[in-house]
DNA sequence: TCAACCAGTATACTTTTAGTAACCACGCAA
DNA sequence: TTGCGTGGTTACTAAAAGTATACTGGTTGA
């Protein structure tokens, strides 16, 4: 982002430089992992995937309608990979993948961040 | 957090021990710097003060009723001070606070883990 | 046979957030 | 006196996010 001013022509008129138009690179990352959930979720998928219904009783007061919603949305932001374990008695599990995990570094600092500051 | 896990009963049932009950540090931290534009704020107070105007002008899609909606609500979580510069010809700028700049390092990380993936 | 599990889907609803646009009272300068 | 500046407020709308409850269609175990 480039530093912005904000300057005047020869009327006096204001007007901003380099505004800070919507998507700068903080509100886009904040929109990958900022979703309610979405951080608990990677979370909990970081020890090795779990299933569909393990994952929403972890997620106490997710209803299943939010857990699937977030499920699809990071699937398709590939931050998830959902694998069918087993066809007949249906199973599903859910992975974190590699881009996923690298996200879990900003995920740590803002947790010591929350915790260092008691919030 | 606590690693959730998930166990059978004897009959059979299952339940989450240790859920995610729903404020843990990673969803509560996120409330305090993920709400929209919060990030692009303090972003632009790290140089320095700026005026209210000018961050609404900075923050060129967002209205002065959303500047004034976060700024209060930054205000009351201690992220940024209010200081009145002069009565008269009212002028006020705001400030960030040591609380505040301390989240600049999470917001900084997020920023370089999104520019790294294209994000 | 019954109940509980699996992975969702459907419907309906409430709440929260985001956003527009217009307006206030005041000061300053041409 | 008109227009722009200051720092907001008010009223309203639209969209997103979240909750709650019930349902499908099949499987598994007592």
């Known amino acids: 982002m480039t530093q912005a001013r904000v300057t005047q022509d020869q009327q006096g008129r204001k007007q901003a430089l380099a505004p800070c138009l919507e998507p700068c690179p903080i509100e886009r990352g904040m929109r990958i992992i900022g979703g309610k959930w979405k951080g608990s979720i ?7 995937p779990v299933r569909f219904n393990d994952l929403a009783r972890i997620l106490g007061g ?3 309608k ?30 974190i993948t590699e881009f996923g995990r690298s996200s879990l570094a900003v995920l740590e600092q803002l ?5 260092a500051h008691g919030i």
Chains 1, 2 share one sequence.
């Open 42 to 48: 990677l979370w909990h998928l970081k020890e090795g």
């Open 62 to 64: 997710a209803s299943k």
């Open 66 to 95: 939010m857990v699937n919603q977030r499920l699809k949305e990071m699937e398709e932001q590939g931050l998830v990979r959902r694998q069918v374990l087993s066809d007949r008695p249906i199973a599903v599990a859910y992975e």
């Open 111 to 115: 947790k010591s961040w929350a915790e």
